[in-house]
């Protein structure tokens, strides 16, 4: 992967314990300098979890 961009989207949603394993690994990701994506639903806690981390 020397030289491209590293991109991961995260599809996880619905309950906690999909949530915020999800945010855990997404947030070490990018500290590594990827680009991550969330995949979710609106009318669920990631709707207004995920924006807020």
């Known amino acids: 992967m020397s030289g491209q961009e590293k991109r ?3 599809m996880a ?3 906690g314990g999909h949530v915020f394993p ?6 070490h ?5 990827w ?3 969330w995949l979710g639903t609106a009318d669920r806690m990631e709707a207004d ?3 807020k981390n």
Do not use: E, K, N, S
């Not at 999800?22 to 947030?27: F, T």
């Not at 990701?29 to 300098?33: H, R």
């Open 35 to 37: 680009q991550v994506r």
């Open 8 to 10: 991961l989207m995260v």
């Open 22 to 27: 999800g945010l855990a690994v997404a947030h």
């Open 13 to 15: 949603g619905g309950t």
């Open 49 to 51: 979890l995920v924006p």
């Open 29 to 33: 990701l990018m500290d590594q300098g």
